[in-house]
């Protein structure tokens, strides 16, 4: 039986100086004072991502106005599960944590404080998310321990650039051929071969790269997931769900399952999939994403977000070298790359830990990030020097400032969005401007480089989401990777989805790599009824389930 953790007995004062110094740090993780009297928490995210300068000029310009700062770690060398299984084995933790995969271990290990019981006292916490969402961020012993960072949107819903997953392409691809359409996986896939014949360089004479895969770790998705979308299916993640039935399906043994890996499988034996699509890492995958060299391949935009700018620092833009989206199907029916509402994600976010000394301290410094004045900060910078005001009150950022935001050493010195702490999108309690700059239309179209913005206006569009189009939100039980990103080898259900995670990372690849394809996806389909996924597709709709009778008691 899991012990319920009192959070009072975590309450401490700002005591101690020692700070976390990263996973398996040596001192207990103490928030402190510096002598101007900011409180310094500290944070481990168990994602990538990169540090800002000690001396950040925004995050200081935010301590003078919240009396607080974080220093923020992020994963460096271990999967996330590897890196919180190391923290929760030593027993020491920062201050603000998101475990990412490895947040269920922290729960069950209990370092997290459980936050319900403060929740009304930070009216700007508190109101990120209605009764329902707070209601299904409850666990089991009845509390609540984590609050998602990129669930909220307020106000109006604002996007211009598509965050998820597409097929993407180069806008040289699409100049080349005058714009065509592209609506089947087919015309994706000929259109880059016929680029690729006819142009086999870049300007400079390097080789291009037609069609890459990112395999690395759980970025697999890259190809594993394709046909849900194919098939005109939202991202539950794990599954397809029948809108109509509210009955889970299973996406990996479908005709368009075998037709996509039969498509990837053609591709490869053409050479235009990239051999080192899967023993490449993460950090090469970007550094060739970054050069300019592959034409296409299917990621989501916040995954490969770093390459985008560095093709427009170096350049590559002037050679078309952008990445644009294509509404791709199996048979060109109607998509669902992108649906309205965004995703509640319940199974992860920021979490207080026990070795926090002031939790109260730690959740007035959120709650003050929320704010409209420290938001705006932290997503459009100082107004004069990252972005300027119009007579009407509209934000907008002229040429060079947005150049100057898109570079990684001015960031670093400049800039400060504490990325990984709770946020928002939508419109700004001015009524007026976006609550971040990608969902300023007027900003967002401005700001594109050309070769995007002549793409766009051949295809009709002035932003990413609307090269795709948009679908309402997909109904209560969305999105179902909510839950099985939580899942443990402790149910049957858990044991499959293990199970057949471990067999796509062996066998597709071999899938795609086969001389001959029929044999070699009869073997994998085996393989993958031996995992039993019969387990995982009912423990998924018993869940679907209970979202919807919970649904329904809110409503």
């Not at 965050?163 to 993407?168: L, S, V």
């Amino acid at each position: 039986m899991r012990r319920k953790v009192v959070a009072s007995v975590l309450i401490g004062t700002v005591l101690a100086a020692t700070l976390f110094t990263g996973c398996g740090g040596s001192g207990k993780s103490k928030s402190s004072s510096d002598e101007g009297g900011v409180k310094e928490f500290t944070a481990f995210f168990a994602v990538p991502g990169s540090e800002i300068n000690d001396d950040n000029e925004i995050q200081e310009l935010i301590a003078e106005k919240t009396g607080a700062k974080v220093k923020e770690t992020w994963l460096t060398g271990q999967t996330d599960v590897e890196a919180i299984g190391t923290m929760i084995a030593g027993g020491e933790y920062p201050d603000f944590i998101e475990g990412g995969n490895g947040t269920q271990q922290l729960y069950d290990a209990e370092a997290l404080v459980p936050l319900d019981d403060y929740l009304d006292d930070y009216p700007n916490i508190k109101n990120l998310f209605t009764d329902l969402e707070w209601e299904k961020l409850r666990q089991e012993d009845g509390h609540i321990y984590w609050i998602p960072q990129f669930s909220c949107i307020k106000g109006e819903e604002k996007v211009c650039t598509h965050n998820d997953e597409a097929f993407w392409i180069q806008a040289r691809v699409l100049k080349w051929a005058n714009y065509p359409e592209i609506k089947t996986m087919d015309d994706y896939f000929n259109l880059i071969e016929s680029y690729n014949e006819a142009n086999p360089t870049m300007e400079d004479g390097t080789e291009n790269i037609p069609y890459t895969i990112l395999c690395d770790d759980w970025r697999y998705f890259c190809l594993e997931n394709a046909p849900m979308f194919l098939d005109g299916y939202p991202n539950d993640g794990s599954c397809m769900v029948d809108p109509e039935t509210q009955k889970v399906m299973d996406y990996n043994t479908t005709d368009t399952a075998k037709a996509y890996f039969g498509k990837l499988n053609e591709e490869y034996k053409k050479g235009i999939v990239d051999p080192e699509s899967f023993t490449q890492s993460y950090d090469e995958y970007i550094s060739k994403l970054s050069s300019g060299r592959v034409l296409g391949m299917i990621d989501q935009w916040w995954d490969f977000l770093n390459a985008n700018d560095a093709i427009k620092q170096a350049g590559l833009d002037k050679q078309g070298c952008d990445y644009i989206p294509v509404p791709v199907t199996i048979d060109g029916r109607d998509n669902q790359w992108h649906n309205a509402g965004g995703a509640f994600n319940a199974s992860s976010g920021l979490a207080i830990t026990t070795s926090c000394e002031d939790v109260e301290g730690a959740l007035q410094f959120v709650n003050d990030l929320l704010s409209q004045e420290v938001h705006n900060l932290r997503f459009w910078g100082v107004e004069g020097k990252d972005y300027e005001v119009d007579e009407n009150g509209e934000f907008y950022r002229t040429p060079e400032e947005r150049m100057q935001v898109s570079d990684t050493a001015y960031k670093a010195s400049h800039m400060c969005s504490y990325s990984y702490l709770p946020q928002y999108t939508g419109t700004s309690e001015d009524g007026i401007n976006a609550n971040k700059p990608d969902g300023q239309a007027s900003e967002f179209f401005s700001g594109l480089n050309d070769d995007i913005k002549e793409a766009f206006e051949a295809y009709g569009a002035e932003t990413y989401v609307e090269m795709l189009g948009t679908n309402d939100a997909p109904g209560d039980w969305y999105p179902m990777w909510s839950y099985s990103n939580n899942f443990t080898t402790d149910t049957d259900g858990g044991v499959a989805w293990t199970k057949i995670g471990e067999l796509k990372h062996e066998k597709l690849p071999q899938v795609v790599m086969a001389k001959d394809f029929d044999g070699a996806w009869s073997e994998y389909m085996k393989a993958y009824s031996d995992c039993k996924p019969e387990d995982f597709i009912s423990e998924l709709q018993t869940e679907l389930d209970r979202r919807m009778e919970q649904a329904a008691q809110f409503k």
